[in-house]
C-alpha cells in the first residue's frame, strides 16, 4: 500500500508532520482529517521528489478557471463558513458545495477546481491564489492568516461580514442611479422616436404648403433629415470612438484622468471620496483585525481602494512608513485623505486600538455616503426632468410655431 507524507495544522495553528498508508491521496486526505487536521501538503512518498513540478501541469487548469459574480462570492463564503462552523471538513463542505452549484456553472467550476486542488495537497490559500480573477488578494491574504492560526471558520465569518458590507453599499449606488437612468433613457428614446418618426411627416407636409418656417421648425426638420440621411454613418463612426475610449480609460493614464475627473466632479465626488475612505478603512480593519503585518495590508488595500489617486498616495504613505506601526503621519502627509480621518488613526494608535478607530471611521463614511446619495438623487432628479422637458417641449414648440403659421397664413388668405 501507498505511503504518502503529509504537512498539516491542529485547530491550535501548530504545525504537524507525519506519514501514513492508505490507498490513494484522497483516502490520505480523509485519514488527516479524521485525525483533526487540517491538511497543508501530501505526498506521496515514492513520488515526493517529483512533486515540485506539478505546478507544471497545473496551469492548464488555471488558464480555465471560471468567474464568480460578486453575489456568488458572498453565497460561497457564508455557505463554507457555515459548513465548517458545523464540523464538516473542507474536504467534504468544498465538494458538498460543488455538487449543490448546478445553477451556477461558473461557480461549480471553481469551487470544483478548489475542491480537487485540496485533495492533492494544496493548501485552501494557494488553491485560491491560483484563481485572482475570482479570490482577491484580500481575500487570500485573510485566508492564509486565518489558517496559520487555525481559526479559518472566525476568519470566514470576517469575510462575510466585509462583503456582504460592500455589496450593500454597492446597492445603495446602484438604487441610486436606476431612477435617473430610466427619466434620462425614456427622454432620449422619446426624442429619437420623434425625429425619427414623427418629424419626418409634419416635414411632407410643411414643405407642401410652401411657406417659410420658423428658425426653432428648421432646426428639428434639418436635424430630422441628417439623422435619417448619415444616423448610420454616426453609429459607426461612434463605435470605435467609444472601443478606443474605453481602451482608453484602462490603461494607467487613462484610470488616473478619470479617478482624478470623479474627485472633481461636483455632487458625484462627494459619493465617490466617501466610498472610497469607507473602503478603506473597512478593508484595512478587516486585514489588521487577522493579523496580516501594516505593510502588506496597506499593499493590499492599495489595490482594492478603486480609486488610482488615492491608491497612489495610499503606496506613497506605505514608503514613507518606516517603523511598520504609525501609518497616520504618513497618510497625512499626502495632504488626499481628509484630515478628520487622520486624527482618528492617530487617536487609534494612541490607544492602541486602530481596529476599532477603522471601524469608526468607516461607519461615519459609510453614513456620509448614504447622505451624499441622498444628496445626489434629489438634486439630480428635477435636473434630468428640466432636460428632458426642455427636449421633448423643444420638439413640441417647433411643430406648433409652425402651425400656428400656416394656420395664420390660411386665415389672412
Given at each position: 500500500m501507498p505511503q504518502f507524507v503529509y504537512a498539516a495544522r491542529s485547530r491550535a495553528g501548530e504545525k504537524v508532520e507525519g506519514a501514513l498508508e492508505a490507498n490513494d491521496r484522497r483516502t490520505a486526505l480523509l485519514q488527516i482529517e479524521k485525525l483533526g487536521y487540517i491538511p497543508v501538503s501530501v505526498q506521496d512518498r515514492g513520488s515526493a521528489a517529483a512533486r515540485p513540478g506539478a505546478g507544471d501541469s497545473a496551469a492548464p487548469r488555471i488558464g480555465r478557471r471560471r468567474r464568480m459574480g460578486g453575489r456568488d462570492l458572498l453565497l460561497f463564503t457564508t455557505e463554507l463558513s457555515d459548513l465548517l462552523a458545523s464540523g464538516m471538513t473542507l474536504g467534504n463542505a468544498l465538494n458538498a458545495l460543488a455538487k449543490r452549484r448546478s445553477d451556477s456553472v461558473g461557480g461549480a467550476a471553481v469551487i470544483a477546481e478548489l475542491r480537487d486542488e485540496i485533495v492533492c495537497g494544496s493548501s485552501l490559500s494557494d488553491a485560491m491564489s491560483l484563481s485572482p480573477r475570482v479570490f482577491s488578494k484580500l481575500y487570500v491574504n485573510m485566508i492564509r492568516a486565518g489558517e496559520a492560526s487555525g481559526a479559518l471558520g472566525e476568519v470566514l465569518k470576517r469575510l462575510v461580514s466585509h462583503y456582504e458590507r460592500v455589496q450593500e453599499t454597492k446597492d445603495k449606488v446602484t438604487m441610486a442611479l436606476v431612477y435617473p437612468c430610466i427619466v434620462l433613457a425614456m427622454g432620449l428614446g422619446t426624442l429619437v422616436f420623434s425625429l425619427v418618426k414623427v418629424i419626418p411627416t409634419f416635414s411632407a407636409v410643411f414643405a407642401n404648403m410652401k411657406t417659410a418656417l420658423p428658425l426653432p421648425t428648421r432646426i428639428l426638420i434639418g436635424a430630422s433629415?441628417?439623422?435619417?440621411?448619415?444616423?448610420?454613418?454616426?453609429?459607426?463612426?461612434?463605435?470605435?470612438?467609444?472601443?478606443?475610449?474605453?481602451?482608453?480609460?484602462?490603461?494607467?493614464?487613462?484610470?488616473?484622468?478619470?479617478?482624478?475627473?470623479?474627485?472633481?466632479?461636483?455632487?458625484?465626488?462627494?459619493?465617490?471620496?466617501?466610498?472610497?475612505?469607507?473602503?478603506?478603512?473597512?478593508?484595512?480593519?478587516?486585514?489588521?483585525?487577522?493579523?496580516?503585518?501594516?505593510?502588506?495590508?496597506?499593499?493590499?488595500?492599495?489595490?482594492?481602494?478603486?480609486?488610482?489617486?488615492?491608491?497612489?498616495?495610499?503606496?506613497?504613505?506605505?514608503?514613507?512608513?518606516?517603523?511598520?506601526?504609525?501609518?497616520?503621519?504618513?497618510?497625512?502627509?499626502?495632504?488626499?485623505?481628509?484630515?478628520?480621518?487622520?486624527?482618528?488613526?492617530?487617536?487609534?494608535?494612541?490607544?492602541?486600538?486602530?481596529?476599532?478607530?477603522?471601524?469608526?471611521?468607516?461607519?461615519?463614511?459609510?453614513?456620509?455616503?448614504?447622505?451624499?446619495?441622498?444628496?445626489?438623487?434629489?438634486?439630480?432628479?428635477?435636473?434630468?426632468?428640466?432636460?428632458?422637458?426642455?427636449?421633448?417641449?423643444?420638439?413640441?414648440?417647433?411643430?406648433?410655431?409652425?402651425?400656428?403659421?400656416?394656420?395664420?397664413?390660411?386665415?389672412?388668405?
Open positions: 433629415s441628417w439623422l435619417l440621411k448619415y444616423g448610420w454613418l454616426a453609429a459607426l463612426v461612434m463605435a470605435p470612438v467609444c472601443i478606443l475610449s474605453w481602451r482608453a480609460l484602462r490603461t494607467e493614464r487613462g484610470r488616473l484622468w478619470r479617478d482624478r475627473l470623479l474627485l472633481k466632479t461636483p455632487l458625484l465626488r462627494g459619493i465617490v471620496a466617501s466610498g472610497i475612505f469607507a473602503n478603506f478603512a473597512r478593508t484595512l480593519e478587516t486585514l489588521l483585525a487577522n493579523g496580516v503585518p501594516v505593510l502588506r495590508a496597506l499593499a493590499i488595500v492599495e489595490q482594492t481602494v478603486g480609486n488610482t489617486v488615492i491608491g497612489r498616495e495610499i503606496r506613497n504613505a506605505r514608503n514613507r512608513v518606516t517603523d511598520g506601526t504609525t501609518i497616520s503621519g504618513p497618510l497625512a502627509a499626502g495632504k488626499v485623505f481628509p484630515p478628520m480621518m487622520t486624527d482618528m488613526l492617530s487617536v487609534g494608535e494612541q490607544t492602541g486600538d486602530m481596529c476599532g478607530a477603522l471601524a469608526h471611521v468607516s461607519r461615519r463614511y459609510e453614513s456620509e455616503l448614504e447622505r451624499n446619495l441622498k444628496i445626489f438623487t434629489t438634486a439630480l432628479e428635477p435636473i434630468l426632468i428640466v432636460v428632458v422637458a426642455v427636449m421633448v417641449g423643444f420638439v413640441a414648440i417647433s411643430i406648433l410655431m409652425a402651425v400656428f403659421r400656416l394656420t395664420s397664413g390660411i386665415g389672412m388668405a
